[in-house]
Every structure is written in structure tokens, then in C-alpha cells.
């Protein structure tokens, strides 16, 4: 009868047992998932993005005089101690039709640009921002002469042009005449790119990086279609962005220009 009784308590603690382990699998294993499914939400499993800016990067403000005037924003680079420091390459930000210089500075691009070692110079276009229009710029030839200009009087020798959408009246052109001024060019779904032969784009050699949005079915698989004629070039295309795609993914289109400008010289 003992012997009975001890097979059966012995039974009820296997039972017991049992249960409590088919009760806490779950959590077991949900809690043993938890650090890769973090490591993908923080960009861990791919390339590291770049660190956010920790240093006070100072953005001051000028306005270039000249018909139109022309309004600046400028990031100094700097050392890991915050130290002002020469210029790896100096890098011009041009902007679409709804946004500003302010905007470069808001996304956090230029202070990014300056603690990678790049000086970073935003204008607003004639007729945005603080920047007033001006009947001067009917022509590619005045367009390009403007962008020539700010160059020339920030001390600016060779540039890297980053320059989106609707800017590419003044960028495309640049490209096609004074693109010995020029060390790299980014392209963000600019207009324009429909203007010019196979022919124009094949003679040009400075290294381009092609940025557009997945979801930009529009000028920015039309631009791609185009640019990708420039012999030197290298494509970032962001999915799940729209037109404005540095503006839907900023860690990535951050991420894509370091890595570019890393590998100019």
C-alpha cells in the first residue's frame, strides 16, 4: 500500500513539474529573443550608423552680398575635444522647394558633417529662406555663375555639391560646365536630369553617390534612370522613403553620406 502511495506522490511531482515548465516556456523563451530583436532596432546586426554629434558643434549665419544676396549657414569641423580643425573636404548643402538651409541644421547633418572633419556650407536658394529672389537667374549660365560665386567668396576650392529635388536647376548645370570644381556630387531625386545626352554624362568623372527614396516613383526613379549614365558613381536607395527620403530616414541617408565621403580623397 506504501509502495503504491510513493508511486503516486512521485507521479503528481512529475505532473507538477510538467506544467509549471509548459507554463513558463514562453516567457523563457520571448526573454531569450529579446537582445537580437534590440540589436536589430538599434542597427547592430548591419553596419553601425554614425554616432550622434555629443560635441557643441557652433552653426553661425552670414549673408553674401551680390545680386540676389546670399543667405549661409556654416559648421566649422572640429576635433573629439571640440577643437576647430582643417577641413577633410568642404561640403555645399543645397536644399528642395519646401525646406530651407534651416533644414540641414534642424536634421542634424551639419554638425554630423563637422565632427567627421567636413566643413558644411548651407545656402538659401534665391527665393527661399532669407535669401530674396531675383530676375538675374533666367539662364543655366546665371544659375551656375551664383553657385560659382558663393564658392569663390567662402574660399571654397572644391567642393562636394549635394543638392536636392528642385535645386537641380542650379546643381545639374553646375555639373555640366564646372565640374572640375567639383570633388563629389550627391544627387537627392534632382530635377533637370532629363536635360542632357548619354553622351554629357559619360564624360564626366567625379564620383557621385545617387540618393533616392523606394516610394519616390516620380523624379527620383527618373533621376536614378539618368544619373546612373556618370561613369563614377555609387547608388543609395532608401526603402520605405519618399521624395524628401533624408527627411523619412535620416540614420540611414547619415550614414550613406560618411561612408561617401570617406572614400574621396
Sequence with gaps: MNFLRNRLVVLGLVLLATLLLYLLL????????????????????????????????????GQLPG?????????????GAGRQILPRLQVVLLHGQAFTSKTWEELGTMALLATNGYQALAMDLPGYGKSPDSEALKTDQNRVDLLSRFMESLGVRSAVLLSPSMSGHYSIPFLMKNNAQLQGFIPIAPVGTRSYTPQQYQNIQVPTLIVFGAMDTNLGAQSHKNLIQLPNHFVLKLEGARHACYMDKPREFHQG?????????
Design 26 to 61: 514562453p516567457s523563457i523563451r520571448q526573454g531569450s529573443m529579446e537582445p537580437s530583436l534590440e540589436a536589430q532596432r538599434m542597427g547592430l546586426m548591419g553596419t553601425p550608423p554614425p554616432p550622434i554629434p555629443t560635441i557643441n558643434v557652433s552653426i553661425r549665419t
Design 67 to 79: 545680386d540676389p544676396p546670399l543667405f549661409f549657414r556654416e559648421a566649422l569641423p572640429v576635433d
Design 257 to 265: 553620406l560618411i561612408d561617401f565621403l570617406s572614400k574621396l580623397k
